[in-house]
């Protein structure tokens, strides 16, 4: 009963204009046991969105007048040893790299061609085949930095694929064999 009292008296006071009324007790929700749950801080304005995923329209590796299209997701794409490769983009991107790395992430040479309009058209052809019965990855990176961006400036994430190329691979070089002193 004092709780409505206080509620009434309250009420009257408002009425009245002496004192601003305050908002009734919320009921009490507490945790799942029981404890009071502490209010959220205000964080603050939303933080920015993160790059997005590239928006890929193409990825093949051509081999002859055959081509074989890329896969993003799953296991590695069979490619010829001999493959160059072609990826597009549904954005016109400022500053992309494509390059093919082997299984050390090391950077294979290669020959390369850019096109940049309302698409980006990205071509890389190997000096030299790969390495049959190899693990590479074909990958469209920012020049300067991880992130890849736009004319708008929009940041994308990279790209990778995982490449397995045909065939099998060569045998290692034969070990020497160790020569022990000779006795004169």
Do not use: N, W
Request: hydrophobic fraction near 40%.
């Amino acid at each position: 009963m004092p709780r409505i009292a206080s509620a009434l008296l309250a009420a009257a006071l408002a009425a009245a204009g002496c004192v601003t009324p305050a908002p009734p007790d919320a009921p009490d929700a507490g945790g799942p046991d029981g404890a009071a749950i502490a209010p959220a801080e205000d964080a603050g304005p939303p933080a920015p969105p993160g790059p997005a995923a590239l928006p890929i329209s193409l990825a093949e590796a051509l081999a002859g007048d055959a081509g074989v299209s890329i896969q993003r997701d799953g296991g590695a794409t069979l490619v010829d040893p001999a493959s160059s490769f072609r990826v597009e983009v549904a954005a016109r991107l400022v500053d992309a790299r494509l390059s093919v790395l082997d299984a050390q992430e090391a950077v294979v040479p290669a020959d390369g061609t850019a096109e940049v309009a309302s698409s980006s058209r990205y071509a890389l052809t190997p000096v030299a085949r790969l390495r049959p019965g190899s693990g590479y990855t074909l990958r469209l990176d920012g020049a300067l930095g991880r992130e890849i961006h736009d004319a708008e400036g929009r940041a994308f994430l990279p790209a990778s694929f995982p490449l397995r190329t045909a065939g099998d691979p060569p045998a290692p070089p034969p070990t020497r064999k160790k020569r022990g002193k000779r006795r004169r």
